[in-house]
């Protein structure tokens, strides 16, 4: 079982910067795949970004947001730059035992954080 707890969200102004924080529970964070996914209202919810086991990260919003992990803090980062107002939405942290980008196969999910940017 993993317990996941994101942090970080909020108001911020168009051009600007946030990094969301998902701190996981358990001794076994570091063999999981980590992934970010985000939600708006009467959407589904669409993969952000992913890290490995080993490190290895992709993420749809290219050259704006980047994914990391801390495996001694048992905790991975997003962070989001150049903020759009289309970027608002309630971003959520999930993890998986395998390399997966695909929603539906993540094994547990945090409750969510919202983040809204203003124009």
């Known amino acids: 079982q993993v317990q996941l707890v994101e942090s970080g969200g909020g108001l911020v102004q168009a051009g600007g910067s946030l990094r969301l924080s998902c701190a996981a529970s358990?001794?076994?964070?570091?063999?999981?795949?980590m992934g970010w996914f985000r939600q708006t209202p009467g959407k589904e919810r669409a993969f952000v970004a992913a890290i490995s086991r080993s490190g290895t990260a992709t993420s749809s919003v290219k050259g704006r947001f980047t994914i990391s992990r801390d495996n001694a803090k048992n905790t991975v980062y997003l962070q989001m730059n150049s903020l759009k107002p289309e970027d608002t939405a309630v971003y959520y942290c999930?993890?998986?035992?395998?390399?997966?980008?695909?929603?539906?196969?993540?094994?547990?999910w945090g409750q969510g954080t919202q983040v809204t940017v203003s124009s």
């Open positions: 999930a993890a998986a035992t395998r390399w997966v980008i695909s929603e539906e196969k993540y094994d547990y």
């Open positions: 358990g001794r076994t964070f570091s063999s999981y795949t």
